[in-house]
């Protein structure tokens, strides 16, 4: 059964301060989703990595993965209170038929 | 355009009675999905369908839920009767085929007392 690993769970942090979301998974995978989800809002899709090595970035937020490693990181440099929000990652595994198998999340509170 | 809508956003029950959540998919997602987050762990997976099909409903947890997606168009999920574990936040998702990208709705929030 595939698992997918988040951490830390809970993150306050300053702004200005730069921190990094771990996710592990357990079994190989064909693509991997972080999301973020504001209290109330539907999940917003913010990367999505295909392949080992991949690194994507947006704005103050980057993320890469290590398919070898299974492990995804998201980077968050210089946060500021708008990035206040829950962090999910996701695996995918296509032989399920896209069926998302996600953390637990990170919620991340950016303190001024 | 629209995206996918979620009603309601929250209910309040009692152990025992029945409720009906109800997903509107981006007009031609063929794919829909529905998940839940219980007790703030991990969205879990419920069940998939392709139009009006049940791909996969391997994560449905008992026979108190019943999903349907009569027609192909919205798709409801009913709980009967309700349990205190049935809690949580149930998601709905639509995508194009092949599966393409996951589009979320906002949630309903059950609560049952």
């Known amino acids: 059964e595939l698992k997918v690993e988040q951490n830390p769970l809970f993150l306050s942090m300053q702004e200005g301060k730069n921190y990094t979301i771990y996710c592990n998974y357990s079994?190989?995978?064909?693509?991997l989703y972080w999301y973020r989800q504001d209290p109330g809002k539907s999940l917003e899709s913010l990367f999505v990595?295909?392949?080992?090595?991949a690194v994507k970035q947006e704005g103050r937020l980057m993320a890469s993965l290590d398919t070898k490693a299974r492990l995804s990181t998201l980077h968050i440099t210089a946060a500021v209170h708008d990035l206040s929000a829950t962090y999910f990652c996701?695996?995918?595994?296509?032989?399920?038929?896209?069926?998302?198998?996600f953390g637990e999340g990170t919620q991340l509170t950016v303190n001024p | 355009e629209a995206g996918v809508t979620q009603f309601p956003s929250h209910s309040v029950i009692e152990k025992g009675q029945t409720v009906t959540l109800r997903c509107d998919p981006i007009?031609?997602?063929?794919?829909l999905y529905w998940y839940r987050r219980v007790m703030g762990k991990e969205i879990k997976f419920l069940l998939h369908?392709?139009?009006?099909?049940?791909?996969?409903e391997s994560g449905m947890p008992n026979n108190r839920f019943l999903a349907e997606r009569t027609g192909g168009t919205y798709s409801t999920l009913k709980v009967q009767p309700a349990e205190l574990e049935d809690s949580g936040v149930y998601f709905c998702?639509?995508?194009?085929?092949?599966?393409?990208?996951?589009?979320f709705g906002e949630g309903s929030r059950l609560t049952v007392l």
């Open positions: 998702a639509s995508s194009h085929p092949p599966p393409g990208e996951l589009f």
């Open positions: 079994t190989t995978s064909d693509r």
């Open positions: 990595l295909l392949s080992n090595g």
């Open positions: 996701a695996v995918d595994m296509r032989t399920s038929g896209s069926r998302l198998t």
């Open positions: 007009s031609g997602h063929d794919n």
């Open positions: 369908f392709v139009k009006e099909s049940k791909q996969d």
